[in-house]
């Protein structure tokens, strides 16, 4: 089936810590392809996105996510994490056979501890 | 900064109630689109807007659920009547122009609506 996925719906870092949330997809072609960070209380914010071209993007806040066609991955990063991090994150994706309409994934909750 | 604005931003209703949310976006955004997020899972479009006209409702359950935006400004979603499964974070975003031109959707804080 047609998806995007987020395996990890939590994870737990310590602050200074490098993070890695991962993201899969399973369309046809490659979609654009987003991260979106929920704050508490917060609406959706973007953090970056991949349409085309270079495939490590970076983004606000010091996250990078790198773009792998031969895993259908798009995981986003931070070397080092701040308790300020703390949120749920998001990844979504635009598949070009569905009219370019964004579909999310469960997203995965980010814990830090001090 | 310019923010979309909604309201009421926690609604508890009975079952079988009609409820109404409302949404302001971005001003000069042509495009609108409502999502609802359940507890535990992603947000999932229900209808968009490009200024006052419908063109994807595909996911709206058109039985009890409603959307307009009358003068391609602000909006209102209706449910009536509300069912305990409506439970649910309702999310409004906003965009110059349709997805993915460019490439970011500008949400709001949301409506957390709760059916008892």
């Known amino acids: 089936a047609q998806s995007v996925t987020q395996p990890d719906i939590h994870i737990t870092v310590s602050e200074g810590a490098s993070l890695e949330l991962r993201c899969n997809y399973s369309y046809g072609a490659t979609p654009y392809l987003f991260w979106y960070v929920q704050s508490p209380g917060q609406g959706l914010q973007l953090l970056l996105k991949?349409?085309?071209?270079?495939?490590l993007v970076q983004g606000i806040k010091g996250f990078e996510a790198e773009f792998k066609r031969s895993q259908s991955s798009f995981n986003l990063r931070k070397p080092s994490v701040h308790w300020s991090d703390a949120a749920e994150y998001f990844c979504a994706v635009a598949p070009r056979e569905y009219g370019n309409k964004l579909v999310f994934g469960a997203g995965t909750i980010l814990r830090v501890k001090s | 900064e310019a923010e979309v604005a909604q309201s009421p931003r926690y609604k508890i209703t009975e079952k079988s109630q009609a409820v109404a949310f409302w949404c302001d976006p971005i001003?000069?955004?042509?495009?609108l689109y409502w999502y609802r997020q359940i507890l535990g899972q992603g947000p999932e479009l229900l209808v968009q807007?490009?200024?006052?006209?419908?063109?994807?409702d595909s996911q709206l359950p058109k039985d009890r659920f409603s959307a307009e935006r009358l003068k391609g400004v602000d909006s209102t979603l209706k449910i009536q009547p509300a069912e305990l499964g409506d439970s649910a974070m309702y999310l409004c975003a906003s965009s110059p122009a349709p997805f993915p031109n460019t490439g970011e959707l500008f949400f709001g804080e949301g409506s957390r609506l709760t059916v008892l």
């Open positions: 991949y349409f085309s071209g270079d495939t």
């Open positions: 001003s000069g955004h042509a495009t």
């Open positions: 807007f490009q200024d006052e006209s419908v063109v994807d």
